[in-house]
């Protein structure tokens, strides 16, 4: 009967299903892009991420869909969408760095490239575990060390954004190098933002019920 009143009432798992999907699916984004920066002979390797992007895109149309249908919500419905389209905007973002790397094409290897993706893999990784814990109402202490952890990632992003844009201001590159260079590490240092961005709403909806 309980169970029964929690489904007409909509109070159930799927916003949870939905929400950790969707980090998932983030996640997945970086490996493929892992992969794309190894095999960058391979085209089809973008066709990796935008499936990745539409599938995000799908999971926030169900997730609209849902709220719109739900009478009773695990959290608010402001809340749920707002990290739903932080969700989103992480493959969204990986996506448009695979589109300039391949038009782009730099020449051989960039400078703190791979410590990049590093944190960035990190980060995302972070990202999914929060996700994760919404379902199990973490406490608050758990949830804000996993949040400090992010914002501890963007910190060592943005100092290596500053290293490499020292090495490539260094005069010993041409300059079609630098200029494709920064504007891909412009771009893959906005998706470690969009990381701490959906971990800094997951930190607020557990912190508003604590």
Same mark, same amino acid.
């Given at each position: 009967?309980?169970?029964?009143?929690?489904?007409?009432?909509?109070?159930?798992?799927?916003?949870?299903?939905?929400?950790?999907?969707?980090?998932?699916?983030?996640?997945?984004?970086?490996?493929?892009?892992?992969?794309?920066?190894?095999?960058?002979?391979?085209?089809?390797?973008?066709?990796?991420?935008?499936?990745?992007?539409?599938?995000?895109?799908?999971? +926030?149309?169900?997730?609209?869909?849902?709220?719109?249908? +739900?009478?009773?919500?695990?959290?608010?419905?402001?809340?749920?969408?707002?990290?739903?389209?932080?969700?989103?905007?992480?493959?969204?973002?990986? @996506?448009?760095?695979?589109?300039?790397?391949?038009?782009?094409?730099?020449?051989?290897?960039?400078?703190?490239?791979?410590?990049?993706?590093?944190?960035?893999?990190?980060?995302?990784?972070?990202?999914?575990?929060?996700?994760?814990?919404? *379902? *199990?109402?973490?406490?608050?202490?758990?949830?804000?060390?996993?949040? &400090?952890?992010?914002?501890?990632?963007?910190?060592?992003? &943005?100092?290596?954004?500053?290293?490499?844009?020292?090495?490539?201001?260094?005069?010993?590159? @041409?300059?079609?190098?630098?200029?494709?260079?920064?504007?891909?590490? *412009? +771009?893959?240092?906005?998706? !470690?933002?969009?990381?701490?961005?959906?971990?800094?709403? !997951?930190?607020?909806?557990?912190?508003?019920?604590?």
């Amino acid at each position: 009967m309980i169970n029964l009143l929690r489904r007409l009432l909509g109070h159930n798992d799927k916003f949870f299903d939905l929400l950790e999907t969707s980090a998932g699916e983030a996640q997945a984004s970086v490996q493929h892009l892992s992969r794309m920066l190894r095999e960058t002979e391979d085209v089809h390797t973008i066709e990796e991420l935008v499936h990745s992007r539409r599938h995000n895109k799908r999971i +926030t149309g169900e997730i609209s869909q849902a709220l719109c249908r +739900t009478f009773v919500t695990p959290f608010e419905r402001e809340d749920i969408e707002a990290l739903s389209f932080a969700l989103y905007k992480i493959p969204k973002s990986i @996506e448009k760095f695979g589109e300039k790397f391949l038009l782009g094409q730099p020449r051989g290897s960039l400078p703190g490239l791979d410590q990049q993706m590093a944190l960035l893999g990190e980060a995302v990784g972070t990202v999914l575990e929060m996700v994760k814990r919404l *379902r *199990r109402h973490e406490n608050l202490e758990v949830i804000q060390g996993l949040n &400090d952890q992010l914002h501890q990632l963007e910190a060592k992003a &943005d100092r290596l954004m500053m290293d490499m844009t020292h090495e490539l201001y260094s005069g010993r590159h @041409e300059a079609l190098r630098v200029i494709i260079a920064l504007d891909l590490f *412009r +771009t893959l240092e906005k998706v !470690v933002d969009r990381c701490r961005d959906a971990g800094n709403i !997951v930190f607020q909806m557990v912190l508003k019920y604590s």
